[in-house]
């Protein structure tokens, strides 16, 4: 029995869901039973009967669908596969925060450690971020780690004072599209689309600015063929190419998130086969995060 055939027998034999990000390798979205961007696979987190949850991601991910099913068992292939992003915030930078900003609201990217998610009024994705927002009271709100992100949404919200934390924080994969990238895509032809998590000038010189779920809704929308230069990770126009096969899609080849790639199909089926490695967390850190989590989901995409 081949690998694949391995892992497909694994699932079912121990009733498991395979859950993974679009910037999963191209193999792993394959043999996944739901790929999509962060809320997406919040909400499948959330929605699944399954006892045994197999998240091909990054650890920030495994962790919330963890806090979603505290009394399922969720692992994550690869136990160092970390999101440099998310470790840019810490505790202590939040608490500091409301301290300076006693009257705002902390609303975290879902790209944060659970200590950090335990402490913020509302998480966010990037496809629910300015909903998010808009929704909130009062004037001050609190926005990490990503910059540039709170910098989006300050565009969009203009009403609200977006304080964000840590200053400059950043994707790093996101940070490497430079204007040079957006005249080559404009000399190449076809609609531009960039990520939040790209810089301001980046947003500002692209047509659309949507998260990865959005991207794969705004392409299905179009009827006709069409060309598009997608401004985030590469392995996205493997997601939309599998998806749309008639459209072109042009992505910056160096854009890779080397954590996101650490899984591959041997890990998967070690996982399956071991039920490695698997996410604990504290209660109290899985309660105080899981508010936050929901008050999300609530507000919806």
């Known amino acids: 029995m081949n690998r694949t055939a391995r892992i497909l027998a694994l699932k079912k034999e121990k009733n ?34 399954a006892p ?98 709170a910098a989006y949404i300050q565009d969009q919200v203009p ?45 500002r010189g692209s047509d659309v600015v949507a998260s990865t779920g959005g991207m794969v809704r705004l392409v299905g929308s179009i009827r006709e063929d069409a060309a598009w230069n997608i401004l985030t990770e590469r392995e996205m126009a493997y997601r939309l190419k599998t998806l749309y096969p008639g459209h072109t899609f042009h992505v910056k080849e160096e854009a890779v998130c080397e954590d996101m790639k650490k899984t591959t199909v041997e890990d998967l089926l070690a996982a399956l086969e071991r039920e490695q490695f698997e996410v604990t967390l504290p209660p109290d850190i899985m309660e105080r995060a899981r508010g936050a989590i929901e008050r999300m989901l609530v507000i919806g995409r």
């Open 16 to 49: 498991a869901i395979i859950l993974a990000h679009n910037y999963q390798r191209p193999e792993i979205q394959d043999l996944s039973d739901v790929v999509g961007d962060s809320l997406e696979l919040a909400q499948k987190a959330r929605e699944t009967e």
């Open 52 to 149: 045994l949850i197999v998240f091909c991601g990054v650890l920030f991910m495994a962790e919330t669908a963890k806090i979603l099913n505290p009394k399922k068992k969720v692992i994550i292939p690869v136990r160092d596969a970390l999101c440099p992003l998310a470790d840019q915030l810490t505790p202590g930078m939040i608490r500091e925060a409301r301290e300076r900003h006693p009257g705002a609201h902390v609303v975290l990217y879902i790209n944060s450690t659970a200590e950090c998610k335990a402490l913020a009024d509302v998480i966010c994705t990037s496809a629910n971020a300015v909903k998010v927002v808009r929704s909130l009271a009062g004037k001050e709100v609190i926005v990490g780690p990503d910059s540039n992100l």
């Open 159 to 203: 009403e609200k004072e977006i304080i964000a934390i840590p200053p400059g924080g950043h994707c790093y994969v996101h940070e490497c599209f430079t204007p040079e990238d957006l005249l080559a895509a404009r000399r190449r032809g076809g609609a531009i689309v960039c990520h939040p998590e790209c810089r301001p000038e980046i947003q």
